[in-house]
């Protein structure tokens, strides 16, 4: 057992090219405790203790709800979200593919502790490793576990939107990938009009641990505010990009120095993945793993999705190609989303090719302030939160743009990934 202030916890004897068997699962981690609901109010009083919050991008406290499934009523259902649409993240892929036991433990203890009789474990389609390991995982549980809750793989599309609880519950209940205008919020009425608790499976890893150890261990690691672990994703510009497990409240610089250092210089940091913000590079070395280390950059942790962008690369175009790729994973279901996203995309893309001037830039500024807050969902937030914060981290060279119509990149070959739009991947 790892002590309250070491690391690792969840990734405690994976291996990113092998699954943890049944076996080795509970040599590394220990028996699960049997769930049952005699003991699953004093689960949600741990979990309550510990601190702990969903670890999918909404930050909300896990134990609420806990409560708030367990107390709307029979009949309940849990959803372990492992859609993770966000393309800069494969935490929750490293998860599913490496150590799933330890995600089927939490649903099987928040299934008890909610009520529930059945929980669904949600891996994207065309992850054929994730959907091999949850199946085999699933088979080989023992029996004692298998009676508290059943566990059923559910294999779902991998879209951007699809991380978002409502549309994947939209999309469990035979609709589409949508989200749905609320209320009623999927506690209440979710997967088969039941009252449903849609979790990360990262959360879900996190409250096995939680049972195992209690709260208190939880919290010998990180902040009084944000206590615990996390999982974060670290790309671009680094020696050994991956998924790190760092202590929340952690800087940035010392989990660069374990990922083996810079590999050159950086122009901006992306944290929390496309729905989150750039940093100036000049920054670097005074972000901090925890929300309230970031909020003086406007930033979060969002989707523990980290990416530092080359020198030589522009802030400009990447961005342009985030927003163009936002708009069009767009839900379609209202005029900020369907219009404000894509005419943004298309005046961001003329500042990015040095055609736009002084009035692009005022008009998407203007138009960000105007989509904010105003979508059937919080797709156009996010969208325009990454966009505002790059006009404030790429400052200069906008102006380089829209003033001399050029760029000082080094180098024009796309960094950031963005998906293929799947008609494109059927054509190819």
């Not at 390991?133 to 699809?162: D, G, K, N, Y």
């Not at 990009?241 to 950086?266: F, K, P, S």
């Not at 743009?401 to 960094?415: D, K, L």
Request: charged residues 20%; aromatic residues 4%.
């Amino acid at each position: 057992m790892s002590a309250p202030g070491h690391l690792p916890r969840l990734l405690r004897g994976v291996s990113a090219d092998r699954r943890m068997s049944h076996e080795d699962h509970e040599r590394e981690h220990g028996r699960l405790p049997v769930p049952d609901r005699a003991s699953a109010s004093g689960l949600i009083d741990e979990v309550e203790l510990a601190g702990l919050r969903g670890r999918g991008g909404a930050d909300f406290p896990t134990a609420i709800k806990l409560r708030s499934v367990r107390e709307a009523g029979r009949g309940a259902i849990v959803v372990a979200n492992g859609a993770e649409g966000e393309p800069c993240s494969t935490k929750d892929r490293l998860l599913l593919e490496s150590t799933p036991h330890l995600v089927l433990d939490g649903a099987a203890l928040a299934a008890a502790a909610v009520g529930a009789r059945e929980a669904l474990v949600c891996v994207p389609e065309d992850n054929d490793a994730a959907l091999r390991s949850v199946a085999a995982s699933i088979e080989e549980r023992p029996r004692e576990t298998r009676s508290a809750a059943r566990l059923r793989l559910r294999p779902v599309p991998h879209r951007f939107i699809a991380g978002e609880e409502s549309a994947l519950v939209n999309h469990l209940n035979g609709g589409p990938i949508k989200p749905t205008l609320v209320p009623p919020r999927p506690f209440e009425r979710g997967v088969d009009r039941r009252p449903t608790l849609v979790s990360n499976v990262e959360t879900l890893a996190h409250l096995a641990l939680i049972a195992r150890h209690g709260g208190d261990w939880f919290r010998g690691l990180g902040t009084a505010a944000q206590p615990g672990s996390a999982l974060i994703t670290l790309s671009g510009a680094v020696a050994r990009a991956g998924v790190y497990e760092i202590a929340l409240g952690m800087r940035l610089v010392d989990v660069v120095e374990t990922a083996g250092g810079l590999t050159e210089r950086v122009g901006g940091v992306l944290v929390g993945g496309y729905f989150g913000s750039w940093i100036a590079p000049g920054e670097l070395s005074a972000i901090t793993f925890d929300d309230l280390g970031l909020s003086r950059f406007g930033a979060a942790l969002g989707a523990g999705a980290f990416f530092l962008l080359p020198a030589t690369a522009c802030g400009v175009s990447e961005t342009a190609r985030v927003i163009a790729y936002l708009a069009r994973e767009s839900a379609g279901q209202c005029g900020p989303c369907t219009h404000g996203l894509a005419a943004i995309a298309d005046a961001w893309w003329r500042v990015a090719a040095g055609r736009g001037d002084g009035r692009d830039t005022e008009r998407v500024a203007r138009w960000c302030a105007q989509v904010r807050g105003r979508g059937a969902c919080h797709h156009p937030d996010g969208a325009v939160r990454l966009l505002a914060s790059a006009l404030t981290a790429f400052a200069g060279e906008v102006d380089l743009h829209t003033v001399e119509g050029r760029c000082s990149a080094q180098q024009h070959h796309p960094v950031l990934p963005i998906p293929v739009p799947p008609a494109e991947v059927s054509a190819a």
